[in-house]
């Protein structure tokens, strides 16, 4: 049974746990916020065999990704409020029983359409997971200095998700099917639902709170429509109508949501939070950031599966590389967050991952050893580990434990809408490049007219990738060695993108953050002690 204390904190009464921090509470938020990440990070390791068994073609393959991010990109801030309205215990648990059904359904597919159906419904609950199992923990703690090693923990927690989900992915993937792999996710969020119901401290805040149907259908509106043009544009072609009218709605209600939050009581999202400007920058560098860390594990996942063909146990490899550091770093980076300015940190971090993503840029498409991508892969897993518990703890502490809900929501939204448009613009970036250099090169190349009329049908349903994937013994298998080297070249750009990203996020960290960024007198929130 939960208990509930009320506590009299400034002007308002809020129900927030007193005294130390339960541990069963935090347990029951890692273990959530584990599990909502090993299943965001499982598809990345089955691609090549997504690739194998569904034959996605143009943009499917990005959408099995963005299908389960989606949601959660959409909901957080709404799951946020109404963790703080209802008690974040119920949307512990509600979401854990949702990723259930989500990932039951994943694994039952037979076809495409079923699996995005089932990575949406999963994100659902991952939408719930990742700022209420945050919340609960940031309720929990009174102090900077016990805040700073639960984010640390809870952060740990999140990339151990990171980590466990390749090996997974690997083992299910290379000695069953991918759909074990869900199967496993299946048995996890039984196990995780059941530890929330039975061992978290339930917390709320709901004075000052309500819903906010005008923000959420507008940003709801708005997203979506911005990475369905980002995602299909590749395929559809940028100018296609459907495309360019996405892009005018995703302006159109993106600019409505902000008009619909300075003008609501209790807005989804305080656009005044953001006149501090530690806060600020902490969501800049959660979006951007986060685009550049899940931006190359998509690359790195494509270029290992559907590229490569090497098999999800070797893949899986290059994601442990990725993940693995948050864990190891875990007592430097907790003592990090409590001596030296977050600037730093965050500034080494991005810097880290900027020139991991430089080295990999030049790795040659037809290197196939997995030692080549130690040097890149792991320095951006340890500037991983750096920047994703420096952000969170950067944007959490500048406002009071009684704003955990609305802060940890925001910090978890702009985190993971960073997250999903990794996939969507580096997808979109490195096909296109891709696209246009293949069909230029197979035009130029000494092939027969016959091949090249075969190979340009299969490039013209399916992109390079589908030509890659093609048997050597048809006709158009005589261009695969074209198409992979246009996709080598192509994701190699990708790369690129993600390591300018990360470096101007590093520059604006280092230079931004320096001196007192706390605007918070004039919010009327006061810095957490």
Not at 464 to 483: D, E, I, K, Q, R
Request: hydrophobic share 50%; proline share 5%; glycine share 12%.
């Amino acid at each position: 049974m939960s208990t509930e204390t009320r506590s009299q904190s400034g002007p308002t009464s809020l129900r927030e746990p007193s005294g130390p921090l339960p541990v069963g509470t935090l347990v029951a938020g890692c273990f959530a916020v584990c599990l909502a990440q090993i299943a965001l990070a499982m598809p990345a390791t089955l691609n090549g065999l997504f690739q194998q068994d569904l034959h996605p073609v143009g943009s499917q393959l990005t959408w099995i990704s963005d299908a389960f991010l989606l949601p959660v990109t959409v909901l957080e801030l709404t799951f946020g409020v109404l963790g703080d309205l209802f008690g974040r215990k119920r949307l512990l648990v509600g979401g854990g029983a949702l990723l259930v059904v989500g990932e039951a359904l994943a694994a039952a597919s037979t076809g495409i359409h079923m699996l995005w159906v089932g990575q949406a419904v999963a994100g659902l609950g991952a939408a719930a997971l990742f700022p209420t199992s945050l919340a609960v923990i940031a309720a929990g703690t009174h102090t900077a200095r016990d805040r700073a090693r639960t984010i640390t923990v809870w952060a740990a927690a999140l990339s151990s998700g990171g980590f466990i989900a390749p090996v997974l992915g690997g083992i299910t993937g290379n000695y069953g099917s991918w759909r074990w792999a869900f199967v496993v996710v299946t048995g996890l969020a039984v196990l995780s639902t059941l530890l929330s119901g039975l061992l978290a401290q339930n917390s709320s805040a709901p004075e000052g709170r309500s819903l906010d149907l005008a923000g959420q259908i507008t940003v709801g509106i708005g997203m979506f429509a911005l990475l369905y043009a980002v995602i299909q544009g590749p395929s559809d072609g940028w100018t296609a109508t459907p495309v360019v009218i996405a892009y005018v709605v995703a302006a159109v209600f993106i600019a409505l949501f902000v008009v619909a939050e300075s003008r609501a009581a209790a807005p989804l999202l305080r656009l005044d939070l953001f006149r501090n400007r530690a806060f600020a920058v902490a969501s800049f560098v959660a979006v951007v950031g986060m685009f550049s860390y899940l931006g190359t594990a998509y690359a790195t996942s494509i270029r290992l599966g559907p590229i490569q063909h090497q098999s999800p146990l070797r893949g899986s490899f290059a994601f442990i590389l990725l993940n693995a550091w948050t864990l190891l770093l875990l007592p430097l980076i907790s003592r990090l967050l409590e001596k030296v300015s977050p600037r730093w940190v965050l500034g080494a971090g991005l810097a880290l991952m900027a020139a991991g993503d430089f080295v990999a840029a030049g790795l040659p498409v037809h290197d196939r050893a997995l030692t080549s991508l130690i040097l890149p892969i792991g320095l951006v897993g340890i500037g991983f580990a750096l920047t994703v518990s420096s952000i969170t703890a950067t944007a959490v502490n500048t406002v009071e434990v009684h704003y955990a809900g609305m802060a940890s929501a925001s910090t978890s939204l702009l985190r993971d809408f960073g997250f999903t448009l990794g996939p969507a613009v580096i997808g979109a970036i490195a096909l296109s490049r891709a696209a246009d250099e293949f069909t230029r090169k197979l035009a130029d190349s000494g092939l027969g007219a016959q091949v090249k009329a075969a190979a340009g049908q299969v490039a013209a349903e399916g992109g390079p990738l589908a030509v890659n994937s093609v048997p050597a013994s048809s006709p158009p298998g005589g261009a695969a060695p074209l198409a992979l080297e246009a996709l080598g070249n192509g994701y190699a750009v990708g790369y690129v993108v993600c390591g300018v990203a990360a470096l101007v996020c590093c520059l604006l960290s280092v230079i931004a953050l320096r001196g007192k960024a706390d605007q918070t007198a004039t919010l009327g929130i006061t810095p957490t002690p």
